[in-house]
């Protein structure tokens, strides 16, 4: 793992040229708390609605979060839905001149209304399609051919994303991986749903999922034997030089032509929330970590971490290169994974606030952690979807507490405090209050529990329309009792 943070360290900013079919993905979020009187499904209050870009889009988008270039080739519609998503894809630093608008041919959108049940945790509930099959000129593959030709050398990736709608077809696929092989590139596949595979030949890697998979070679995989089975029988197809089976919550299964196969299990359990998007940001790692020349097992190592923090968030969220290196200084022990800076906080609860989860602060100094304190913090929980707890530094707890505290340091306060199953982020502020993480992170309720009715910070929350919170909960002793008790029992004994 410490080689892996090494390289994760050193990666740069290779290109990777992206041609698939391009998607709008449209999310509707609103309340739903209850039946409608016409028939047993739920009602959705829309209260507001995004949209991000979807299909061979979002793997660009994922490409975009690691720190890569991605050159983006494929069709969109001369419409309204297809302007907005190329919008989208150039004010992230995309590169869409390879994307071609036709008149006769529709943007696909993907709409999923999304529930948020007792205004915490988002559901999706339905998902509407729209899409209009139409024939595409054979000139067109043409061009999109000559985009891609044109994008690749020096380094490049080629990730081949396809969803069968029309972009790469048997008459242009198998030209554009010759051509990319020709310029030295190496190419990524991740298949459509489809039975034939003849298409994909000439792959360095293949990607498909266990359905995938399994639709392609009619094999049932239920065990490494089936595994190894289904995956020769895809390399006899494509000739490609590995296929990367992903197995969901199992990790992904890696076959070489010269090696054989093995399973790569995630290294710490997953707490599934969501799957969207998590194929994505798998063959968008696969395609960053081949350009910077990892070996073909470091980056599938990388692309099923970087899935697994996918999976646990809702919706389509593509991993940043900081957020991969955290997670593998956490895997390796030298970093507790909740444990943030400001910066990243605001970064990770951006994407959680646009997911619609309700943020949850509390502050304080946190020393000597007792069962009042887990009291307050699991009751705190509750009252959203996520909790950040910000607790002072070492130096402003002295200047709040006085010289003798605080008794544990701060990265001791915050390493238990990350322990806690009911506590999401730590982080530890140095200022003698939090109103700057208040202004940075504007969070949706602000807790404050104790015996004060002075809660700092509150003038801050209700101005942008945030909610403040007292806790009355009697919960045992408070710190500054804990430790007049030790040190009389300690004076006690000396005496």
Known sequence: MLNLIQRVEKFTSPRVVVVGDFMLDRYVY????????????????????????????????????????????????????????????????????????????????????????????PQQLLRVDREEPSAVPESTRGTLRAAVRSSLGGGAVLVIQDYNKGAVSESNCPQIIADARKAGSKVIVDPAGIADYRRYRGATLLKPNRYEAQLATGITITDDASLERAAKHLIMATDAQAVAVSLD???????????????????????????????????????????????????????????????????????????LLEELKRLSGLRSGKIRTRKQLATELGRRRKSGERIVFTNGVFDLLHLGH??????????????VVAINSDASARRLKGKARPV????????????????????????????????LLKPDILVKGGSTDEIVGHEIVERYGGQVRKLDLVAGLCTTEIINRVLSAHNDKSD
Do not use: W
């Open 249 to 323: 919550k199992d990790g992904v299964y890696l076959y070489t032509a010269d090696g054989g196969g093995r399973t790569f299990a995630p290294p710490r359990a997953l707490a599934v929330y969501d799957i969207t998007g998590a194929g994505d940001v798998l063959v968008a790692t696969l395609a960053v970590a081949l350009a910077e020349g990892c070996e073909l097992d470091q980056a599938v190592v990388l692309a099923n971490i970087a899935g697994g923090l996918e999976v646990e968030r809702f919706g389509a969220v593509p991993i940043g290169r900081e957020e």
């Open 374 to 387: 887990l009291r307050y913090l699991c009751q705190a929980r509750q009252l959203g979807s996520c909790l």
């Open 408 to 439: 544990i340091g701060q990265q001791e306060r915050a390493e238990m405090l990350a322990a806690l199953e009911c506590v999401d982020y730590v982080t530890v502020f140095e200022e003698d209050t939090p109103c700057p993480l208040l202004e």
């Open 30 to 121: 609103g309340n739903a708390d209850r039946l409608s009187q016409e028939a047993p499904v739920p009602v959705l209050l829309a209260l507001r609605s995004e949209c991000l870009a979807g299909g061979a889009g979002n793997v660009a988008s994922a490409l975009l979060a690691l720190g890569a270039g991605a050159v983006c080739v494929g069709l969109v519609g001369q419409d309204a839905e297809g302007n907005q998503l190329k919008t989208l894809l150039t004010s992230a630093g995309a590169k869409t001149a390879g994307l071609v608008s036709l008149s006769k041919y529709s943007t696909t959108v993907k709409t999923r209304y999304v529930g948020l049940p007792q205004h915490r945790n």
